[in-house]
């Protein structure tokens, strides 16, 4: 798949990380992304798509659930989408959350840290482009 035929969804909190990723991905020629705050609104906005985003951008620490229980239920739904994983608090946590989300069959694609940089996001991405 190309990189500019993918479909996103950024689950997070702050609303100046996820105008920065939306922007990385517009760079990259990504048109079709989604926001959400939380783990909440993002599985309200999944469930009213036609069709579920390739890949989720997910922050580990947010309010009203978080991307550790976001995960356990997209594995419980058989979410097929590439996860990547991203925390500014603590590598711990981030490595707890990526361990959750592989051994709950979800195809986890990166984990990382913030500020994401648009080398990692793209190195994240390219197993589902083939870059």
Do not use: W
């Not at 992304?33 to 999944?46: D, R, S």
């Not at 709950?104 to 994240?124: D, I, M, N, R």
């Amino acid at each position: 798949m190309k990189i500019d035929d993918l479909s996103v969804l950024i689950v997070d909190d702050d609303e100046f990380a996820q105008d920065v990723l939306r922007e990385m991905l517009a760079t990259l020629g990504i048109t079709r992304i989604h926001t959400a705050p939380n783990g909440k609104q993002a599985l309200a906005l999944l469930a009213s798509l036609p069709q579920a985003p390739n890949v989720l951008l997910c922050d580990v620490f947010m309010p009203d659930m978080d991307g550790i229980e976001l995960m356990n239920t997209l594995a419980a739904q058989n979410y097929a989408g590439g996860v990547v994983l991203f925390s500014g608090v603590d590598a711990d946590m981030l490595q707890l959350a990526q361990d959750i989300a592989q051994a709950q069959g979800l195809y986890l694609l990166s984990a990382l840290t913030k500020p994401v940089a648009l080398p990692e996001l793209v190195a994240a991405l390219a197993p589902l482009t083939g870059a």
